[in-house]
């Protein structure tokens, strides 16, 4: 199993708000390091969504937002569209493990 | 624009070798690392470790050391991921994935589409 914990699915209709969550321990998160997200769409490359756990790169649109709390963290998106269905990925850097570490994954699915 | 384009998918039987790789273009090569990830079916995201782009340097993360094998050609710019004494738990995506550090923050952008890899006999 991975080291960050996320639910395996989520779901919701267009137009609402769904949250990600990611949880980790005292050794990652819990540790002060910053959260990213990435989203995978069907059929292409992930692509980051969050930086620095609360930070939208240029370009994504600000219904997405993220948070970081102890040793979680979320990612929110409002305003659900069609084309935000996908598999979502949060990661964070693991002091014990003196590397990177990913969730599992989060299957979006747009009802 | 940048861009990371890879080889594309292999079937391999158990014990043989595989060598993926992963072409940049549209930035200078030996100015970012390069990062390299699994996904096995059903699982999440691994990291596998990182290359220094620069010094040739590879750095593996935890279980991948031995038969994962991190290399360059800096002429094509280009970074390449052997695996040796192919096992079926190796069948997974296999992407490469540029490191990015603006600042105190350091992520991974570009990524490849990745190479799928099946070890079947």
């Known amino acids: 199993q991975s080291v960050l914990t996320q639910p395996p699915s989520v779901s919701g209709a267009p137009g609402q708000r769904v949250t990600i969550s990611c949880t980790g321990i005292?050794?990652?998160?819990?540790?002060?390091?910053?959260v990213y997200w990435y989203q995978r769409l069907p059929g292409t490359a992930p692509k980051l969504l969050i930086y620095?756990?609360?930070y939208r790169p240029s370009g994504v649109p600000d219904r997405f937002s993220g948070s970081k709390s102890g040793t979680s963290a979320s990612l929110a998106i409002s305003g659900l569209q069609a084309e935000d269905e996908g598999d979502y990925f949060c990661?964070?850097?693991?002091?014990?493990?003196?590397?990177?570490?990913f969730g599992g994954g989060t299957k979006l699915t747009v009802l | 624009q940048v861009q990371l384009v890879q080889s594309g998918s292999e079937l391999k039987k158990p014990g043989a070798s595989v060598k993926v790789s992963c072409k940049a273009s549209?930035?200078?090569?030996?100015?970012?690392?390069m990062n390299w990830v699994r996904q096995a079916p059903g699982q999440g995201l691994e990291w596998m470790g990182r290359?220094?782009?620069?010094?040739?340097?590879?750095m593996y993360a935890q279980g991948f050391t031995g038969r994962f094998v991190f290399s360059l050609d800096t002429s094509v710019s280009t970074a390449y991921l052997e695996i040796s004494g192919l096992k079926a738990e190796d069948t997974a995506v296999y992407y490469c994935?540029?490191?990015?550090?603006?600042?105190?923050?350091?992520?991974?952008?570009?990524w490849g589409q990745g190479t799928l890899v099946t070890v079947s006999s």
């Open positions: 549209g930035y200078t090569f030996t100015s970012y690392a």
């Open positions: 994935a540029r490191d990015l550090v603006r600042g105190i923050y350091n992520w991974f952008d570009p």
């Open positions: 005292s050794s990652n998160i819990g540790a002060g390091y910053d």
């Open positions: 990661q964070s850097y693991d002091t014990s493990l003196s590397g990177w570490v």
């Open positions: 620095g756990s609360t």
């Open positions: 290359i220094n782009t620069k010094t040739g340097n590879p």
